[in-house]
């Protein structure tokens, strides 16, 4: 069965600082990968995803992420984080079927002045 | 468009009490789900509708029922609230050819 896990709960990074979190999954197929940004009190908002092609795929608010099949892996980086960012982060794996979507438990990110 | 919207934002029941939850989409998508979020476990489904006419149990059903009431709209039903199920809920719908679900903005239950 697919599965996500995120490692780490939480994060902190200074405001200017890089960024990486860590995605692990296991799905029997080649998988559809996401990444969701939810702020605080607000729903999920899709940052990227992959499908196939290109294993670096970019998304919005200067975010990227990159899929290495031979370590089952989707880590999420970012160059340079600012103070808008703290949110929570989940990873999410699917395929194309109705009901095979799962997500992990997240990953919460404070950013330092 | 508005995407997807829930009804309502925050709520608190007494348990035992009943209500149901309001979810509608404008995206013209088949398929929709409700989930509902707890600390530390992520997004967890409850269940399910690939199209209008079904609906499917996910991984948490238990004390859940819901209606696809035409294509747009998803209600999700708690019968006899329990605090367990105090939650956040998510409505969400998905666009078939690119697998990507798109969230509505949530309701907050508490049930005392």
């Known amino acids: 069965a697919q599965s996500v896990t995120q490692p780490d709960i939480h994060i902190t990074v200074s405001e200017g600082a890089s960024l990486e979190l860590r995605c692990n999954y296991s799905y029997g197929a080649t998988p559809y990968l996401f990444w969701y940004v939810q702020s605080p009190g607000q729903g999920l908002q899709l940052l990227l995803k992959y499908f196939s092609g290109d294993t670096l795929v970019q998304g919005i608010k200067g975010f990227e992420a990159e899929f290495k099949r031979s370590q089952s892996s989707f880590n999420l980086r970012k160059p340079s984080v600012h103070w808008s960012d703290a949110a929570e982060y989940f990873c999410a794996v699917g395929g194309s079927g109705n009901n095979d979507m799962r997500f992990g438990a997240g990953t919460r990110l404070t950013v330092k002045p | 468009n508005a995407g997807v919207t829930q009804t309502p934002k925050f709520q608190v029941l007494k348990t035992g009490q009943s209500m149901t939850l309001q979810c509608a989409q404008d995206?013209?998508?088949?398929?929709m789900y409700w989930y509902r979020q707890d600390p530390g476990m992520g997004l967890r489904l409850i269940y399910y509708s690939a199209s209008e006419g079904t609906t499917d149990k996910g991984e948490v059903p238990n004390g859940y029922n819901v209606s696809r009431l035409n294509k747009r709209e998803f209600s999700l039903r708690l019968e006899s609230a329990a605090p367990s199920q105090t939650s956040v809920y998510f409505c969400?719908?998905?666009?078939?050819?690119?697998?990507?679900?798109?969230f509505g903005p949530g309701t907050r239950l508490t049930v005392l």
């Open positions: 969400a719908s998905r666009q078939q050819s690119y697998n990507e679900q798109f």
């Open positions: 995206m013209n998508h088949n398929s």
